[in-house]
């Protein structure tokens, strides 16, 4: 069984086990588990086969959003990344288009359920319960919706701790354990009505809301919505994209974090960002091995910090490099990866391959607009916030969702309260980008026990200040966004190694030995365990091997942060800052490296199985409707409603040289996702039990 066993960070609770059948064999789930992570549990990885062209089918955004991992569940197609097993459930692969059950039986409609509510708030993600939050403090009613059992959006995913400061959006606390700080708080408001596995489907002209609630359909008639909906990730466009262990990195984070499945051994990551570098992080904590990162530009978009925890652990991030292809028969078995010129063009002779059996794609986010453009259509007062307003990291979507919480407080007269000015402040600061690196500098003191600050770039972030219990550690004029400095006399207390969401922090106390003092190192990936007198690598800022020492001590901590301690010469003890768990042999290149086919034969719609070539064809022919290209091709006509590829084909139309302002946009579908007709009839469908 593919499963995670032991994790450094996440509880592994023992679960029932049910039985299940997949085309015909009888296999195991945990009970309350979804189908794809029941089969990817089982090594399960192809769940079809398309109907177009006979192409592997797999799990794509596990987020419910497309229809790559569709089965045949009890007769009925379902999404298997949203519907949890039922004992003895009968599930087989979708081989074509299925055949429906026979119905003999068809009841009559009963009448829809209408509610009304103050403020419909539209996922239940940071942003969504920071201004719930915001809101129940004035006591204005509100109904939140959101499409999970579990409150807290991409929180509940987030096993590392968070940037920002403590003050204000809980910085060194765990995604997963702000996720439940936050859900608890709202729960102790009667204000709130919290409508967990729900979906917003549409807002209609009337202004009602349709809500797909627990597959029973009702309208919601509020007088303010707030979307708070997230984002989705982008795609990318590349010979092999649509096979089976290519996804998103929130799909795997999915199954890594929140359903404890191992759905790789070997994964490579295309993008640089905070979500990638996270996400690689998250694979070693979940003992895989991550063979590498590619980034297009010069340097990674996302904090520094995250990119050198990588490279200390041993993962290798190529800058300037792009995906060629994946690589696979029926499923994801290399990577072509090549060097970019400052055009982005791909360097002939510099192609990798290199083995991987998942490539995760984190190649950005995508606002899920859709409900306030609905609603304005509507003329209805609507908000947004968090990732559906601006993308942006979680620190900076619970702040703004408390602005968002106290302007609908006011638009609907609960409160006179202006927004402070500080509130705006640092709204602005906590969605910073990565900014400006300064030069490294080793301390030069050589007594006495002190912390190393290997954080050298200006990122919102400030928690090692706010615990010093001797206020030893600032930053210059408070600002956030400036590099923390140490000055004074340490008692090594270690609490800024165990709060510093980077592990960017190590402790080094020559009290005892001034020719080989001990080092302290924060570690969370115990996947890779340590032990004492073990002999271990130590590594550099950036990774470079320093020597091979041996672990004279290890500490647990509450924080589940391990600190490692070993003598270090003198030498090299202040340069130390973290260990490195994977050996360069992993992420060795193939001798040949495998080289793609033409661009025309790249899938942009997965649904439909469209390529870039067809699409290209027709535009030079001069559509530049997407309605009628949509009728043309089928571009757009699947199951996700051109969510995955809409973006691709505007992408191709640039390329061709048109002007966005020239291109007429796809008629957005009257629903966000598909709903079985017995959900809008009021009858039991699949997932009533």
Same mark, same amino acid.
């Given at each position: 069984m593919n499963r995670i066993t032991n994790h450094p960070i996440l509880e592994v609770e023992k679960k029932k086990k049910i039985p299940f059948y997949w085309n +015909?064999?009888?296999?195991?789930?945990? #009970?309350?588990?979804? @189908?794809?992570? %029941?089969?990817?549990?089982?090594?399960?990885?192809?769940? +079809?086969?398309?109907?177009?062209?006979? #192409?592997?089918?797999? @799990?794509?955004? %596990?987020?419910?959003q497309c229809a790559q991992c569709n089965v045949i569940a009890n007769g009925l197609p379902v999404k298997s990344c949203m519907i949890p097993v039922q004992e003895n459930m009968i599930v087989q692969s979708c081989e074509g288009i299925p055949a429906l059950p026979d119905v003999e039986e068809r009841p009559g409609f009963e009448p829809v359920e209408e509610v009304e509510t103050e403020v419909l708030i539209i996922g239940g993600g940071p942003s969504g319960l920071s201004s719930a939050i915001e809101l129940c403090k004035y006591n204005v009613s509100l109904i939140l919706v959101d499409d999970k059992q579990e409150l807290g959006g991409k929180l509940v995913l987030q096993t590392h701790k968070f940037f920002g400061s403590i003050e204000d959006c809980y910085a060194g606390t765990r995604g997963i354990d702000i996720a439940k700080i936050l859900a608890k708080e709202l729960?102790?408001?009667s204000s709130a009505k919290i409508w967990p596995n729900s979906i917003a489907l549409f807002v209609f002209s009337d202004?009602?809301?349709?809500?797909?609630?627990?597959?029973?359909?009702?309208?919601?008639?509020?007088?303010?919505?707030?979307?708070?909906?997230?984002?989705?990730?982008?795609?990318?466009?590349?010979p092999g994209n649509t096979l089976p262990g290519v996804y998103g990195a929130g799909a795997f984070q999915t199954l890594v974090n929140r359903d404890l499945v191992l759905p790789s051994e070997r994964i490579f990551i295309i993008g640089g960002g905070n979500v990638g570098l996270i996400a690689g992080y998250h694979a070693l904590q979940a003992g895989i091995a991550v063979v590498g990162v590619a980034e297009v530009l010069p340097q990674c978009g996302g904090y520094k910090v995250h990119q050198d925890k990588l490279k200390r652990l041993g993962v290798p991030i190529y800058t300037s490099y792009t995906i060629l292809s994946a690589n696979g028969k029926d499923r994801v078995d290399s990577v072509t990866i090549a060097q970019v010129d400052e055009n982005f063009k791909h360097i002939l002779g510099t192609e990798k391959t290199i083995a991987c059996d998942t490539i995760l794609i984190a190649a950005g986010l995508n606002?899920?607009?859709?409900?306030?453009?609905?609603?304005?259509?509507?003329?209805?007062?609507?908000?947004?916030?968090?990732?559906?307003?601006?993308?942006a990291e979680a620190s900076s979507a619970m702040f703004n969702g408390r602005i968002a919480g106290l302007k609908i407080a006011r638009e609907l007269g609960k409160s006179k309260e202006k927004i402070p000015k500080e509130w705006s402040q640092k709204a602005e600061i906590l969605k910073s980008p990565p900014g400006k690196i300064h030069p490294?500098?080793?301390?030069?003191?050589?007594?006495?026990?002190?912390?190393?600050?290997?954080?050298?770039?200006?990122?919102?972030?400030?928690?090692?200040?706010?615990?010093?219990?001797?206020?030893?550690?600032?930053?210059?004029n408070d600002n956030l966004l400036g590099i923390p400095k140490f000055e004074g006399e340490c008692t090594g207390c270690g609490k800024c190694l165990t709060i510093c969401p980077a592990l960017a922090i190590t402790l080094v106390d020559f009290r005892k030995d001034k020719e080989c003092p001990i080092v302290s190192i924060p570690y969370e990936v115990q996947n890779f365990p340590i032990e004492i007198r073990q002999k271990i690598k130590v590594v550099d800022i950036d990774g470079n091997l320093l020597d091979n020492l041996e672990v004279v001590k290890i500490q647990n901590t509450k924080t589940k942060t391990q600190i490692i301690q070993l003598k270090a010469p003198k030498a090299i003890a202040k340069r130390i800052a973290g260990i490195r768990i994977q050996d360069e042999d992993v992420s060795k290149p193939l001798p040949e490296p495998i080289i793609p086919k033409i661009d025309d034969d790249v899938i942009i719609c997965r649904c439909e199985r469209v390529t870039a070539g067809e699409i290209r064809k027709w535009i030079r022919r001069g559509v530049t409707d997407m309605n009628q290209l949509k009728g043309i091709t089928r571009a757009g006509m699947g199951a996700c409603g051109s969510k995955t590829c809409e973006n691709l084909i505007l992408r191709i139309y640039q390329e061709e040289g048109y002007e966005p302002k020239a291109i007429i946009r796809n008629t957005k579908r009257p629903l966000f996702i598909e709903v079985p007709f017995g959900a809008f009839g009021g009858f039991e469908t699949l997932t009533d039990g």
């Open positions: +015909g064999t009888k296999l195991f789930a945990h #009970s309350d588990e979804m @189908i794809a992570s %029941a089969l990817i549990a089982n090594n399960i990885h192809i769940f +079809g086969h398309h109907q177009k062209d006979k #192409s592997p089918q797999g @799990i794509f955004c %596990a987020n419910g729960r102790d408001y202004k009602k809301v349709g809500i797909l609630r627990d597959n029973k359909y009702i309208l919601v008639k509020p007088k303010i919505i707030l979307n708070a909906a997230g984002a989705r990730e982008k795609m990318l466009a590349f606002s899920i607009n859709e409900f306030q453009k609905e609603a304005k259509e509507a003329n209805m007062i609507v908000y947004s916030t968090g990732d559906a307003d601006e993308i490294y500098k080793i301390p030069e003191q050589e007594t006495g026990v002190f912390p190393v600050l290997h954080c050298i770039q200006e990122i919102p972030c400030n928690p090692c200040i706010s615990v010093c219990p001797l206020d030893l550690i600032k930053i210059e």
